[in-house]
T-cell receptor
Framework: GQNIDQPTEMTATEGAIVQINCTYQ??????LFWYQQHAGEAPTFLSY????GLEEKGRFSSFLSRSKGYSYLLLKELQMKDSASYLC??????????????FGKGTKLSVKP | DTGVSQDPRHKITKRGQNVTFRCDPI?????LYWYRQTLGQGPEFLTY????????KSRLLSDRFSAERPKGSFSTLEIQRTEQGDSAMYLC??????????????FGPGTRLTVL
């Protein structure tokens, strides 16, 4: 089966750096996604990691360790607009190809002035 | 590219009524997914189409729920005899089967259902 765990809530200060962790258990691995979701809106894609290591994209970076079943999303130079839920997700494995996403419950990040 | 669209955006209905939602995916996307999301939770998978074929259905999809994608383009999700527990945001997503974006699912704005 598949299971994803991430903290429920986090608070950080504008301009700071925050790291949101995600641990997962999957039968087969087809990569890991991070999505951002503002309240009342649809999730929007942030990153996709399939190989170990850190991938940087502007203020956001995502890290993956397949051996540890662990990922994190790093947000730098926090802005008020970064207040949102951050969802960790892995694709269900259909014989090696990707299917639907299995999401964690999301981490609600509050950025304070 | 107009993105994934969903209609209606909001639906209020009385318990026991039937409701139908529509999703129009990005035009060249073969794969289409329906998810349900309740407050404080991540989206939960309901069903998945590749072209017009429904390839997978979650155990969450009781026999009151049915989904179709008759021509491999838009999809509909119908809930019969709605219950208060069906109140949620219903999200549709689509993805291509190849190309640089094939790993990414693009989500629509969702339909928020309230069952009174």
């Amino acid at each position: 089966g598949q299971n994803i765990d991430q903290p429920t809530e986090m608070t950080a200060t504008e301009g700071a750096i925050v790291q949101i962790n995600c641990t997962y258990q999957t039968s087969g691995f087809n990569g890991l996604f991070w999505y951002q979701q503002h309240a009342g809106e649809a999730p929007t894609f942030l990153s996709y990691n399939v190989l170990d290591g850190l991938e940087e994209k502007g203020r956001f970076s995502s890290f993956l360790s397949r051996s540890k079943g662990y990922s994190y999303l790093l947000l730098k130079e926090l802005q008020m607009k970064d207040s949102a839920s951050y969802l960790c997700a892995v694709p269900f494995n259909y014989g090696g190809s990707q299917g639907n996403l299995i999401f964690g419950k999301g981490t609600k990040l509050s950025v304070k002035p | 590219d107009t993105g994934v669209s969903q209609d209606p955006r909001h639906k209020i209905t009385k318990r026991g009524q039937n409701v139908t939602f529509r999703c129009d995916p990005i035009s060249e996307h073969n794969r289409l997914y329906w998810y349900r999301q309740t407050l404080g939770q991540g989206p939960e998978f309901l069903t998945y189409f590749q072209n017009e074929a429904q390839l997978e259905k979650s155990r969450l999809l009781s026999d009151r729920f049915s989904a179709e994608r008759p021509k491999g383009s838009f999809s509909t999700l119908e809930i019969q005899r709605t219950e208060q527990g069906d109140s949620a945001m219903y999200l549709c997503a689509s993805s291509p089967v190849s190309g640089p974006d094939y790993n990414e699912q693009f989500f629509g704005p969702g339909t928020r259902l309230t069952v009174l």
